[in-house]
């Protein structure tokens, strides 16, 4: 089994400010990489496939980079909506795993 | 506008069964591989099950391996997800979701709003 591992567990940012989330995969995954985000009470939201291929209506200000081993997404300006929960999910083989996610919140 | 919904969940004994079903429109469900993914309460994402678009494998994560069934019946655009020997761990929302491709190797774009699972005496 893949392990992936995210990084920081909680993240404080300020509204305007950049944010940069990491994950690591135990084994290399190539760019079988999915980022995804969650609101409470939501289900997960697609933000990246590929690794760095954006899903259908994820604005700009996200992007996702990485290969291999370590994976990070970076949001360039916090809006007030993207504070949420990131987890990210490798597909390379099955059993499909999945971070223990960053939690992303207001300074 | 491609939907997914789930319905099936309750309350339930350990030791029990359950069936959840989801209903795919808006798109050809009969190409697409499906998964079942589940989130215990305050937790994260797992992955549980995966068939693909003819039931012709699917797979299952250890967690629930010999318990739970995943099958489909794309006449009725409809995935389902048999659930027995039900443990207290299997408490948690479970959502069915569909890839971005035909293919199960990429993120998922669609899920559905879950059907909450309880399992407690």
């Known amino acids: 089994e893949i392990v992936m591992t995210q990084s920081p567990v909680t993240l404080s940012v300020s509204p305007g400010e950049r944010a940069t989330l990491s994950c690591r995969a135990s084994q290399s995954i190539s760019t079988n990489l999915a980022w995804y985000q969650q609101k409470p009470g939501q289900p997960p939201r697609l933000l990246f496939y590929g690794a760095s291929t954006r899903a259908t209506g994820i604005p700009a200000r996200f992007s996702g980079s990485g290969s291999g081993t370590e994976f990070t997404l970076t949001i360039s300006s916090l809006q007030s909506e993207d504070f949420a929960v990131y987890y990210c999910q490798q597909y390379k083989s099955w059993l499909f795993t999945v971070g223990q996610g960053t939690r992303l919140e207001i300074k | 506008e491609v939907q997914l919904v789930e319905s099936g969940g309750g309350l339930v004994k350990p030791g029990g069964s359950l069936r959840l079903s989801c209903v795919a429109s808006?798109?050809?469900?009969?190409?697409?591989?499906m998964f079942w993914v589940r989130q215990a309460p305050g937790k994260g994402l797992e992955w549980v099950s995966c068939?693909?678009?003819?039931?012709?494998?699917?797979y299952n994560a250890d967690s629930v391996k010999g318990r739970f069934i995943i099958s489909r019946d794309n006449a009725k655009n409809s995935l389902y997800l048999q659930m027995n020997s039900l443990r207290a761990e299997d408490t948690a929302v479970y959502y069915c979701?569909?890839?971005?491709?035909?293919?199960?190797?990429?993120?998922?774009?669609?899920w559905g709003q879950g059907t909450l699972v309880t399992v407690s005496s």
């Open positions: 808006g798109f050809a469900f009969s190409d697409y591989t």
């Open positions: 979701a569909r890839p971005t491709t035909f293919s199960p190797y990429s993120g998922s774009d669609y």
């Open positions: 068939i693909s678009s003819s039931s012709s494998y699917s």
